[in-house]
């Protein structure tokens, strides 16, 4: 079943043949215009939406009278709302909607003025759009390495762990990209929360994740670690899509839309730069 789910998408991601048509047949006159592509798309929030995910917010955070549980409480309610927030382009002016509203939240909970900051952040650096923020630290021999140093290629990011279900069942897609854009400007770096670093480098052996991994869980809680805590994930895996640029351009893909938003970026890459 999965060998047939990898076969597919390998033929999703092929040119689709001109049936009927010989390279030197001239092509009919239908009067269409051409069919197009399926595409990913991040559509723009209009100003209601944004108002209705925040007044949503606002009366999950009001169920918590306890100051000293609101903090607590309001992260899974904060963590939902960044995942919808994800799924679109915001506005300047919406960002700045968002963000007052933060400062709504921080001036009747000033105690937990870290909480609110780390959503701030995200709002303001981790939206699709935004230039992603560097990373820098060492990978599973001690060498260190950036972010940054994919600039040029269309870049995929994991946040994951062998401890985590849901990671484990990405690694047949890691390889399957790998293998198949194996000759284009694309790459695969994770973020690593495994305890223990051999826990991290056996699997990847393993698995054949043939990639450059930062380990990042070596703090008391393994997933706490500071990248993972800079980039606020809560939840894993975390994948985010960036473009050559190291623009974010789509968040929290799955499997067989990864491969699709990788496919998508390359080909603009590809209209972008064209070869001479």
Not at 28 to 37: A, K, T, W, Y
Not at 157 to 167: E, I, K, M
């Amino acid at each position: 079943m999965r060998a047939a789910c990898l076969f597919a998408c390998v033929l999703a991601l092929s040119p689709a043949p001109v049936i009927g048509l010989s390279p030197q047949t001239p092509q009919e006159d239908i009067g269409f215009g051409p069919v197009g592509n399926h595409r990913i798309e991040t559509p723009v929030f209009t100003d209601a939406q944004v108002s209705a995910l925040l007044t949503t917010l606002d009366s999950l955070l009001a169920r918590q009278t306890d100051p000293a549980k609101w903090a607590a409480d309001s992260r899974i309610h904060f963590w939902r709302l960044m995942n919808r927030l994800q799924t679109g382009r915001l506005t300047p002016a919406q960002e700045q909607m968002v963000l007052a509203r933060f400062d709504t939240y921080q001036k009747a909970h000033p105690a937990d003025a870290a909480v609110i900051d780390t959503q701030r952040r995200m709002v303001r650096e981790l939206m699709i759009g935004k230039v992603a923020p560097e990373i820098v630290g060492k990978d599973y021999d001690g060498v260190e390495f950036k972010l940054s140093d994919y600039r040029g290629k269309v870049t995929v990011l994991y946040f994951t762990g062998q401890w985590c279900g849901p990671c484990r069942g990405e690694y047949p897609y890691e390889r399957l990209m790998l293998e198949i854009h194996k000759e284009d400007p694309f790459a695969i770096v994770s973020v690593n929360s495994d305890a223990k670093l051999e826990t991290a480098k056996q699997a990847k052996i393993d698995n054949k994740l043939e990639f450059r991994s930062w380990w990042d869980g070596y703090a008391e809680k393994n997933t706490s670690g500071p990248i993972a805590s800079a980039w606020n994930v809560t939840g894993w895996p975390a994948i985010y899509l960036l473009d050559a640029k190291g623009t974010i351009r789509f968040t929290n893909l799955r499997q067989e839309d990864v491969l699709k938003g990788v496919s998508q970026l390359l080909e603009e890459h590809r209209e972008q730069n064209p070869k001479k």
